[in-house]
């Protein structure tokens, strides 16, 4: 598979969870909605990575590198990288955290973060794919 293949799967598969995102929203299930978001999130990142032909196993390590390679060469505006950021840890509050009420406005907030963050890694994703960037 070449990392364009690649590349576009990963970007299919985080707007596949944008949709479970919006799903599990619908049905009040508020922490497994912001955890798809942050997936989705997560996924494009890794989507872009695979352009770069780089990946880690650790989700700090994908934000490590989508940070180094991505954001810190000026292809990814920095105002939703730190998007990112803020999703990992809200997740990780909604699946780890004691006594964590995640809200519907929690909800909704990381599922339209995630669908911007998305959008801006999809434009960038086509942008490399075409030789276009910086």
Do not use: C, W
Request: aromatic share 10%; net charge positive; charged share 30%.
């Amino acid at each position: 598979m070449s990392r364009i293949n690649l590349a576009q799967y990963r970007m299919e598969k985080a707007k596949e969870i944008i949709t479970e995102a919006k799903d599990s929203f619908k049905q009040n299930h508020f922490g497994l909605s912001v955890n798809r978001s942050y997936y989705a999130m997560f996924t494009s990142a890794r989507a872009l990575l695979a352009l770069k032909e780089v990946d880690s196993s650790k989700h700090s390590g994908v934000i490590s590198l989508f940070t180094q390679y991505i954001v810190k060469t000026g292809l990814f505006p920095t105002e939703f990288s730190k998007l990112l950021r803020e999703a990992k840890g809200i997740r990780e509050d909604a699946d780890y955290g004691d006594f964590v009420k995640i809200t519907k406005e929690d909800a909704r907030k990381q599922i339209e973060n995630s669908r911007k963050f998305v959008n801006e890694a999809e434009k960038v994703m086509l942008k490399m794919i075409d030789g276009t960037e910086n």
